[in-house]
């Protein structure tokens, strides 16, 4: 079992960075693949990014790929999310997700793929 929270949501002007952390319980966090997804209102939850259990490997979704870096430090249990040039259109709900895993591909971009899930932080970016 996994549990996961997210924090550092806020409020940003467009054009400025913000970065969101997820802290996850357990001592297998290195057995785990991550996942960030968004949900904005009124809208489905969308993939932003995904890294391999090492942190070696890395995807994006090509709305954030450029802007925004997925990070993870296996020795704090925490994964990170850096977001940078935000947009209006970021604005949403961000969670993370987990699953034992060794490997990923770009498969690990549903919700399907993931069996633990963080409850979400906001992100606000003000025009």
């Known amino acids: 079992q996994v549990q996961l929270v997210e924090s550092g949501g806020g409020l940003v002007q467009a054009g400025g960075s913000l970065s969101v952390s997820c802290a996850a319980s357990?001592?297998?966090?290195?057995?785990?693949?991550m996942g960030w997804f968004r949900q904005a209102p009124g809208k489905e939850r969308e993939f932003v990014g995904a890294?391999?259990?090492?942190?070696?490997?890395?995807y994006y979704s090509d709305s954030v790929k450029g802007r925004f870096t997925i990070s993870r430090d296996n020795a704090k249990n925490t994964i990170y999310l850096q977001m940078n040039s935000l947009k209006p259109e970021d604005t949403a709900v961000y969670c993370c997700?987990?699953?034992?895993?060794?490997?990923?591909?770009?498969?690990?971009?549903?919700?399907?793929?993931?069996?633990?899930w963080g409850q979400g932080t906001q992100v606000t970016v003000s025009s």
């Open positions: 997700a987990a699953v034992r895993t060794a490997y990923i591909s770009n498969t690990y971009s549903t919700e399907r793929s993931y069996d633990y």
């Open positions: 357990g001592r297998t966090f290195s057995s785990y693949a």
């Open positions: 890294i391999s259990k090492s942190g070696r490997t890395t």
